[in-house]
């Protein structure tokens, strides 16, 4: 690798610390390269373990996280989950068809759904399962594939190709954490279960409490469409909440 190189994946490695994110077409503007040099510096840093690659840029990558268990997760701020869990259920309606993702925020709205009646739910999430186990009037659609320990949920081929048969009036994801354009797991093969399940709802609800927002501790990434909504708490600061103003999303606080 020539010196011209180091020394320009040294100052991208430098931007992604200082700046957060950069985009593709900013470094190259930047160093007066072609967007396919910066890819590959992009891939060797990645590489290297120094950046997170993201769509369309690269962040910072400080140290291994390791991912934590859904019991784990389950007490970290359950206040606030149990806030958001109410607000969506609010705009839940009768006769609807929803799909509800993994996590511990959408077992939240689980929860509060065992009042619901005409309702049809789609799930991934054994969690939900549990939930709704005994509430007779919410028609429970389980959707199957490899079941994934930590996060108490089926992934995988199987679960994707069941969801090409329906189609939802809304979705509810959960996520590790969120920025205006996408959200954070842990592998890609929830991302790609994500942005599959978003493709088929009429409406994108993500749940997340303040603690996720603008973080990015994994490598894996799934976009989001525009029109999306944001459901978060109220510990989320102004901080917090203006990238997503900026970027138009939708934003909804519960108290």
């Known amino acids: 690798m020539s010196t011209s190189a180091k020394v320009r994946q040294g100052q991208i490695l430098e931007l992604a610390n200082t700046s957060g994110l950069a985009s593709v077409e900013e470094l190259s503007e930047r160093f007066g390269v072609t967007a396919s040099t910066i890819r590959r510096d992009l891939s060797r840093l990645t590489t290297e373990g120094k950046i997170a690659r993201t769509y369309g840029g690269a962040m910072p990558l400080t140290s291994p996280v390791i991912e934590s268990t859904f019991r784990q997760r389950n007490m970290e701020n359950a206040a606030g989950k149990s806030a958001i869990g109410r607000k969506a259920r609010s705009l839940v309606t009768e006769g ?40 007779e009037q919410v028609h429970v659609e389980c959707i199957g594939g490899t079941l994934r320990h930590r996060s108490a949920a089926f992934v995988g081929p199987l679960a994707e190709y069941g969801l090409e048969r329906m189609s939802f009036d809304a979705v509810f994801l959960g996520a590790d954490a969120v920025t205006p ?51 978060t708490d109220a510990q989320a600061t102004c901080d917090q909440l203006k990238p997503f103003q900026d970027a138009k999303v939708n934003i909804m606080v519960a108290d």
């Open 181 to 231: 354009e996408a959200i954070c797991e842990a592998d890609l093969v929830q991302t790609r279960l994500k942005e599959k399940m978003s493709s088929r709802a009429a409406r994108v609800f993500v749940l997340a409490d303040h603690s996720k927002l603008n973080q990015h501790p994994f490598h894996a990434w799934a976009k989001l469409p525009d029109g999306w909504t944001l459901i």
């Open 96 to 135: 609807q068809t929803i799909l509800l993702d993994s996590g511990s925020t959408v077992a939240a709205l689980a929860h509060e759904l065992r009042d619901a009646t005409e309702l049809t739910v789609a799930t991934t999430s054994l969690v939900v399962v549990e939930e709704l186990i005994e509430v």
